[in-house]
């Protein structure tokens, strides 16, 4: 007998997986938004939608140059793929407190150039966590600011560690340490040279090229100044890069900094604003604080940062 066509069919992994797309997708507002979370072109995330409707036998979205709605069923599903995914969760952390093992998938997301940092903490939290008793595996991702923050909200992250806090709805943030920003230039550029020979004045700053940080949804600094940007940057690496060239002036956190500027490659420029220095952040969704893996997480990366030398 040949099954009705309203029957739902079996749940297996690749369905989770791709109600997985389709919620990270929603929560990003859109295809285009979800690329850097999911790391899949448009036409790939397109495609996993369509087989999940085909699987499924629902429209579960209109996409398309008119931009992204949910249909009715479309928002019945992903209401029920939130109940599915906690309850994935709230399963796995009951069989490892009764196992007091930790087993499953975690994943970290954290600005980009982290390892730069002094004593690299991200080495130490990957270390006291991988020394903890059970099989986990973990995810690591290294991304601008905003799309770490964005990352944790949409799913696609448990763990965030970033200096980005637009206090989006469902997250918890909390303070682990600062990062100081400094404004550098090459030492070829004209102010590198006028910083040797002693004729360097903040003025100049006015006349020079400034890169800036598209990372940030609002560069505070620049728009303060009124610097001329000709430049944007979406990573903190593509910041060093243009300052680098000699045409632009840029800011980067100083742990960044240091060894190209031990090498005389670029050079600070002696400048003090409340602005330049950001609060890192460890942010994680509220919803987590039940998984077991998450919560200790947290704690090695609290414990370390408390702990740097």
């Not at 749940?11 to 999911?38: N, S």
């Not at 150039?113 to 995810?139: A, D, W, Y």
């Not at 910083?195 to 940030?216: A, N």
């Not at 240091?258 to 420029?269: A, L, N, T």
């Amino acid at each position: 007998m040949t099954k009705a066509k309203t029957e739902l069919p079996p749940i297996h992994d690749v369905d989770i997986r791709q109600l997985r797309l389709f919620k990270i997708v929603v929560e990003c507002g859109g295809l285009t938004a979800a690329e850097l979370p999911l790391g899949m072109s448009c036409s790939t995330i397109s495609r996993h939608l369509t087989a999940l409707e085909k699987r499924f036998n629902l429209h579960l979205c209109e996409r398309g140059r008119s931009g992204f709605r949910l249909t009715t069923n479309g928002l019945a599903v992903y209401t029920a793929v939130i109940d599915l995914l906690d309850a994935l969760e709230t399963f796995r952390s009951q069989l490892s407190d009764k196992k007091k093992l930790l087993t499953g998938d975690i994943s970290l997301w954290i600005t980009d150039n982290s390892h730069n940092e002094k004593c690299n903490p991200l080495r130490q939290i990957l270390t006291r966590f991988g020394n903890r008793p059970g099989s986990v595996k973990i995810t690591l991702n290294a991304a601008d600011p905003g799309s770490v923050e964005n990352a944790v909200a949409a799913g696609v992250a448990q763990i965030g560690i970033t200096i980005s806090n637009n206090h989006l709805s469902g997250l918890k943030y909390e303070k682990i340490s600062e990062e100081i920003a400094s404004i550098y230039c090459a030492a070829n550029h004209p102010l590198g040279k006028a910083l040797s020979d002693g004729t360097f004045s903040e003025s100049q700053l006015q006349d020079v090229d400034f890169v800036e940080r598209g990372y940030l949804r609002n560069d505070v600094l620049v728009s303060r100044y009124s610097w001329k940007s000709t430049a944007v940057s979406q990573h903190i690496e593509a910041t060093l890069q243009l300052i680098l060239t000699g045409t632009f002036v840029g800011i980067i956190p100083e742990h960044v900094a240091e060894r190209w500027v031990e090498s005389d490659q670029i050079r600070k420029i002696a400048w003090d604003d409340p602005a330049s220095i950001a609060t890192v952040n460890l942010v994680w969704r509220q919803s987590a604080t039940r998984n077991l893996i998450v919560n200790a997480m947290l704690d090695d990366i609290r414990f370390v940062y408390k702990n740097l030398q």
